[in-house]
């Protein structure tokens, strides 16, 4: 028999993904750029080009691509620990933020489990929840795109193992304020790992969102989570962490893949920490950016919420999200559809950021 005929013969049985897997939905990323006239707007990248630094570094450590990189990533874990003011033990590394969320699930979650989250929010979130096992459970944004904490401390079961906190949220760039957090936190069992997934909070102005490694402090049951993939520009290294309580950060590691972290990414995080100065005015440029763009968008009669991240969020039905995503592929801008809900806009450059405008002008109610 053949390999075909053996394939197509009625009583040989494949083996079958689990169940959990085959219904799971793929996650969708930004679209990618396919010329040098795209704007490439979809993914919240830093429209920057890497840090000299960290450049330097990665091309110093591509020499020994050969070894496997520190699992432990200790140098690493050691820097982050510094610039935050806590110790290397309650730090735990990963493959990007997404990856230690993956970690926190897997380590956390049997079968069966619940995960509250607000919806809409990072669309990784109910992929790593089902992979896992668990139950996702999705609570609406409040009227004004940001979470109804009260209605996720509602949602809470004997088995909710896990609630995600996602300030500035993505895609709607609404944050949550250090005083909602503290009352939420006050209301939730200790027993409930609450994440605090800031993957934008360097673009988040001072006071606008909460002081995590104050609640932290206060309230062991917090784990703060955050990437280099974005203000840093080392989206394409995959490398994020996690802060948490010792024993829980020692829990995050054993889940981690090994070597997960490359020792290109290793390096380039640690140069890109000591690149403080120039970060910061990354920043504050993407910042007045945004800014500019808002209150233009607001000129032409868009009803926006004040972002925090570096993207701009355009509440959209489904006709009027299709039309809009059509007008800027046929001008050559990247953007992020959810469909039914809306579109999500990169801040980029003042010359990608000036196309946008002029486009939407013309689509304005």
């Given at each position: ?27 969708v990323p930004g679209r ?103 139950l996702p459970v999705r ?73 995590s490694l104050a609640l ?150």
């Amino acid at each position: 028999m053949t390999r075909d005929q053996l394939l197509t013969a009625p009583d040989t049985a494949l083996p079958t993904l689990r169940g959990a897997v085959a219904g799971l939905p793929p996650y969708v990323p930004g679209r990618r750029s396919a010329g040098t006239d795209m704007a490439a707007l979809a993914s919240n990248e830093s429209h920057y080009e890497p840090l000299p630094a960290a450049a330097a570094a990665v091309a110093a450590a591509a020499g020994t691509m050969n070894r496997y990189p520190d699992s432990a990533a200790v140098e690493l874990r050691e820097r982050i620990a510094r610039h935050l003011g806590v110790t290397a033990a309650e730090v735990a590394a990963g493959p990007g933020s997404v990856g230690v969320l993956q970690q926190i699930i897997t380590g956390l979650c049997d079968a069966g489990d619940e995960v509250i989250f607000a919806w809409r929010s990072f669309e990784a979130y109910p992929i790593l929840v089902e992979l896992a096992g668990a139950l996702p459970v999705r609570i609406p944004l409040d009227d004004r795109e940001g979470h109804d904490l009260d209605a996720m401390a509602a949602a809470v079961t004997a088995r909710t193992k896990v609630i995600l906190l996602c300030t500035p949220n993505n895609p709607t760039g609404v944050p949550i304020s250090h005083e909602r957090i503290e009352a939420f936190l006050q209301s939730v069992r200790s027993d409930i790992l609450v994440v605090i997934d800031e993957a934008y909070v360097e673009y988040a102005e001072a006071g606008s969102g909460p002081d995590s490694l104050a609640l932290y402090r206060q309230y062991p049951n917090v784990c703060i989570l955050r990437t280099f993939s974005k203000a840093y520009g080392l989206a394409g290294l995959r490398v994020g962490y996690a802060v948490a309580a010792p024993a829980i950060a020692e829990g995050l590691r054993r889940t981690a893949l090994p070597f997960s972290v490359s020792a290109l990414a290793q390096k380039a995080a640690v140069a890109s920490l000591d690149a403080g100065e120039e970060i910061e005015a990354r920043v504050a440029a993407v910042r007045q950016e945004r800014a500019r763009m808002a209150a233009q968008l607001e000129a032409q009669g868009w009803k926006l919420q004040a972002s925090q991240g570096n993207f701009l969020w355009i509440r959209a039905d489904d006709d009027l999200c299709a039309r809009l995503v059509d007008a800027f592929d046929r001008a050559g801008i990247l953007v992020r559809a959810y469909q039914g809900d809306g579109v999500r806009i990169t801040v980029a450059s003042p010359a990608s950021n000036d196309r946008v405008l002029r486009l939407l002008e013309s689509h304005s109610a």
